[in-house]
């Protein structure tokens, strides 16, 4: 039964509960409250002032001025009347009012004469705590001053919200940060599992390539160098987004040689020119040949756009070509190109033709294929080099995409490239540490037509104990291998072995920071997959 020594608020049970939802008892002191309570005491002109918040058996101050405990119990609290009240509650002097002035903080320990509490009130309507000034002399406040204080009350109310929310976004990123992790993991799982037998089927298709084969033999090995190669390019693409959503995907800086990698793309794609197209490569007289940026992706951008462009081209041409538009004492930019004479993009479709699974028609990917999701990565890895992409098309006339990058200059580097090119690399004895049969021997068939001698380690402990016994040049690291996997054996080579052997790491993955935690291995190089033997 309620009293007036033992008030009870008729919500208690969801008031406690709501005081317990911002998990603020037995916290850390802290600034803002603390800063609060200084205002209140200054505004007030109170030596005694606190925010405070009431449990089932105590009154716990989170901030406090001349009180000097961090509780008292709820029975001798005067703020258990205040959770009481929608309003301030004021006493200008407890030796005058009948409720208070034989409470034994009155009469004794902080000798209370002057109290002014405001209830702390969640936007549910709960009171939790409280805010107080106290005095030992009896006095009445002003009107502003109790509207400093009701205001400040509201302040610290809004302060426990927000750290509220701060702790459930906290709690949200961690859940998200988990949810990214088990995604990168099954997209690393998916990705070696995939990619592991597809890179043994173009291997092996290579191989077979080279062989004496007749007409009929080769017509279908080409064609299934081009199925597989469409596959790869699917595979990449759903890898590649997935990167480029979680933000993990970044824009190397490294020299190379800007003619030659668009001679090789140029080189790679002629083999897929219909018979009726003409393909061309115009290279201003003014491009400079060597650059500072990022090859690989300028490469993926190229090949993209380029393979769209000859598969929706049945006669005509297709053209790449780059030009400098402007030149500094430290960069260049280059205006890239791709222009066709195919089916065109009709108009309503140009403001959508960069959104992932967008093709220009639904009968555009029933006849051409290709999952709509090369544009959308295109358009994102031009933006990564803070540049845009255009498109100018007519329906049945052909398309134009081109943009502008950037790239720093660098000085000349063919003749290192015509220097290593030239190197001979004499009779190496290799170690493979791989626990794929199927690559194991396609490795093996590389190897051996290069005159090279190679022993093979189905595990990374293997490894070790062959290395230990053996003089090799170099070794081919698999990452993910039973027993002791790619990392913990080089890590182990380096560090217990204290051995320089170069290690070349073999993967079937493209996932963030994968090279970085190879190179920070002690690996020398990365392989994305068995082919680039």
């Not at 060597?290 to 090859?295: K, L, M, P, R």
């Not at 500094?328 to 205006?335: E, G, I, R």
């Amino acid at each position: 039964m309620n009293t007036p020594e033992q008030p009870i608020p008729h919500n208690e049970l969801q008031r406690l509960a709501a005081l317990k939802r911002y998990n603020i008892l037995d916290t850390l002191p802290d600034t803002a409250f603390d800063d609060a309570t200084k205002l209140v005491s200054y505004i007030c002109g109170a030596p005694i002032a606190h925010i405070s918040f009431i449990d089932e058996n105590r009154q716990w101050f989170k901030s406090e001025i001349g009180i000097g405990v961090s509780e008292v119990p709820r029975e001798i609290s005067f703020c258990r009347y205040t959770i009481m009240e929608s309003k301030m509650v004021e006493i200008p002097d407890t030796h005058s009012n009948e409720r208070f002035k034989n409470d034994p903080n009155v009469t004794g320990g902080f000798k209370v004469r002057f109290y002014a509490g405001v209830p702390l009130t969640t936007p549910d309507g709960y009171n939790i705590g409280t805010i107080c000034a106290i005095d030992h002399v009896s006095k009445e406040l002003n009107d502003d001053q109790r509207n400093a204080l009701t205001i400040i009350g509201k302040r610290v109310i809004n302060q426990l919200e927000l750290i509220t929310k701060n702790i459930e976004l906290a709690a949200q990123k961690k859940i998200a940060d988990r949810a990214v992790f088990a995604k990168d993991s099954f997209l690393a799982n998916m990705s070696h599992e995939i990619r592991t037998p597809l890179n043994a089927i173009i291997g092996f298709t290579d191989l077979l390539a080279q062989t004496r084969l007749d007409t009929i033999q080769r017509d279908y090995i080409e064609s299934v160098q081009i199925a597989e190669e469409n596959l790869l390019l699917i595979v990449n693409d759903i890898l590649d987004l997935s990167k480029l959503e979680s933000g993990h995907l970044t824009i190397e800086s490294q020299p190379f040689n800007l003619k030659n990698s668009l001679k090789h793309i140029y080189d790679l794609l002629k083999i897929k020119v219909p018979k009726d197209v003409e393909f061309n490569l115009f290279l201003d007289a003014e491009m400079p040949e060597n650059v500072i940026g990022d090859q690989g992706r300028l490469n993926q951008i190229l090949v993209n756009l380029t393979g769209n462009a000859l598969k929706f081209t049945e006669d005509g041409e297709v053209t790449i070509s780059v030009k400098k538009v402007a030149e500094t004492a430290d960069n260049y930019s280059l205006k890239f190109s791709v222009k066709d004479t195919g089916i065109g993009i009709p108009a309503e479709k140009l403001k959508t033709i960069f959104e992932r699974f967008t093709q220009a028609e639904e009968s555009t990917t029933r006849r051409f294929g290709g999952t709509g999701l090369g544009l959308n990565i295109v358009k994102q890895l031009v933006n990564l080099q803070n540049s845009e992409i255009h498109v100018k098309s007519k329906e049945g006339r052909g398309s134009e995409f081109f943009f502008i990058l950037n790239y720093k200059k660098t000085e000349q580097i063919e003749a290192e490239e015509e220097q290593l090119s030239g190197y001979n690399l004499g009779k190496l004895n290799i170690l493979l540490c791989e626990d794929n049969v199927l690559n194991q021997k396609l490795v093996r068939s590389v190897i051996h037509n290069f005159g090279f001698e190679l022993d093979i380690a189905e595990n990374g402990e293997v490894g070790i104990d062959l290395l230990s016994k053996n003089k090799y040049d170099l070794i081919l690291m698999d990452l993910q291998m039973p027993v002791k996997d790619g990392y913990q054996t080089t890590e182990y080579i380096r560090n217990e072995m204290n051995s320089n052997i170069p290690i070349i790491a073999m993967t079937a993955h493209s996932l963030v920071g994968e090279q970085e935690l190879c190179f920070n291995m002690g690996m020398n190089q990365n392989l994305l997959s068995r082919r680039h033997f």
